[in-house]
Each structure stands twice: as C-alpha cells, then as structure tokens.
C-alpha cells in the first residue's frame, strides 16, 4: 500500500519496491563503472550532471524543509542541518560538510544530556544522604561538585551511585573533590551503590587527582 513507509513515494518514483533494490543499484554502479567504464566515458557530461540532479531531487526528502516540519523539529536538529549544507556549499566537499554535521550533532547532544544528571538530598539525624541519578562524564559531572551542602551537612554522608554510572576520569575527579571538601570541614563521605564497572573504574582513578 502507497505510503506505508516514510521512502515510499521516492522509491516508487524510480520503480523500487524493496531495500535490495539498494544493492542491485550499487552492482549496477560498480559494473558500469569497472566494466563499461570506457563506454561511459563517451557518454556527455551535461548528460551525467543531468542524472545525477534528478537523482538528487529524487532522493532528497522535501517532506524534512517544509515549514511544518521545521517547526515540530528540535531547533538543534535544524542548526545541524543548516551547518552542514552551508559547509558543503562553501567548500564544495560533501565530506567536509558530513565532518561538520557530525562533531556539531555530537557537540549539541553532549550539551543536552549534561543536564540529565539530578542529585536529590535527605538529612536524617546524624546522616545526610545524596542520591545521585544520571549517566557521569565529563559534561555533566561538571556541575557535581556544586550540588553538596558541605558545611550543612551532618558529620557522615552517604552518596549513593546506585542509579548512575561513571564513565570518564572526569567524573572520578569531581568524587575526589567532594570527598576532598567534606574531608576539609571534617566530615566523612561514603560512596555506596556503584555498579561493578563504575567500582572498579572509580578504585582504579581515585586519589589520582590533585584537590580541587
């Protein structure tokens, strides 16, 4: 049935029903290419160059520009989008143009789930517990250290990592910090929770860093 999936309309266009006719085009390509390779040479450029924007039109999806679209979109999705055609435009290499999209997309997703992380904090009479969720790397356990009430809290504070999992040397710094700072207002700090990776990771780095 027409429509049933988002590539329906172009692949019926050019008379592709299936993804293997994905594989039967490349064939096609790499036979003309290695094998008639002479013969397609006598074939005229303006001809090639008029091919290949149909096949541009063809495969691009309009669907993705329109205004509608655009604004259900995530602006940073859109940004990426416009970095990358801007790049290909300017330097004429698409692969420039893909460099960019990417290292962009990955710079804005970084900075998107840095603020996944959340510490929520409970104080019983001689205890203060800090439960720490999220992924730690080095975005988002920037911010770590600033989410402690050291000179507040109790004598004796529990962080528990149990649903959070450290990823980077970054992070097992900013644990050595905290520990640090409570250490200076003379209070103790146990770290219960890590999973076993994190565990390890986290004995393997801890105490390598100097204080913050």
Not at 7 to 34: K, M, P, Y
Request: net charge negative; aromatic share 8%.
């Amino acid at each position: 049935m027409r429509g049933d999936r988002p590539d329906d309309d172009q692949c019926e266009g050019v008379g592709a029903r299936t993804r293997i006719s994905t594989f039967f085009a490349g064939v096609f390509l790499f036979l003309l290419v290695v094998v008639f390779g002479d013969f397609v040479a006598t074939i005229p450029m303006a001809a090639l160059v008029a091919v290949m924007i149909m096949v541009a039109i063809g495969a691009f999806d309009w669907h993705s520009i329109r205004p509608s679209t655009l604004k259900r979109m995530p602006k940073s999705e859109t940004v990426v989008m416009l970095v990358t055609v801007l790049a290909v435009v300017i330097t004429h290499n698409l692969a420039i143009g893909v460099v960019a999209g990417v290292v962009l997309a990955s710079v804005l997703f970084v900075r998107r789930v840095a603020h996944f992380v959340t510490v929520t904090r409970t104080v019983t009479d001689d205890t203060a517990h800090y439960a720490v969720d999220g992924e730690l790397f080095f975005a988002s356990s920037n911010d770590l250290t600033t989410q402690f009430e050291y000179a507040d809290d109790p004598d004796r504070v529990v962080i528990d990592m149990s649903r959070s999992h450290v990823w980077d040397a970054s992070t097992v710094a900013a644990l050595d910090a905290i520990e640090t700072k409570y250490a200076r207002h003379g209070k103790t700090v146990e770290l219960v929770g890590l999973n076993d990776a994190s565990g390890l990771f986290h004995d393997r780095l801890s105490g390598g860093f100097p204080p913050a």
